[in-house]
């Protein structure tokens, strides 16, 4: 089953035409430990700088 994962971070290397992430995982944490409250406190831990 394909999972569609949006993203707009164009210098990231997973980065696809469509905002489309194209990694084979996903890891993203919540910035003040393992719970968020809303989507400002997580973090993509996948994003790796396009070269």
């Given at each position: 089953?394909?999972?569609?994962?949006?993203?707009?971070?164009?210098?990231?290397?997973?980065?696809?035409?469509?905002?489309?992430?194209?990694?084979?995982?996903?890891?993203?944490?919540?910035?003040?430990?393992?719970?968020?409250a809303n989507v400002e406190?997580?973090?993509?831990?996948?994003?790796?700088?396009?070269?």
């Amino acid at each position: 089953m394909k999972i569609e994962v949006k993203c707009n971070v164009e210098n990231c290397k997973y980065w696809a035409e469509g905002d489309e992430c194209v990694a084979d995982s996903i890891f993203v944490i919540g910035q003040n430990g393992r719970e968020a409250a809303n989507v400002e406190e997580t973090a993509c831990k996948t994003f790796e700088k396009r070269e």
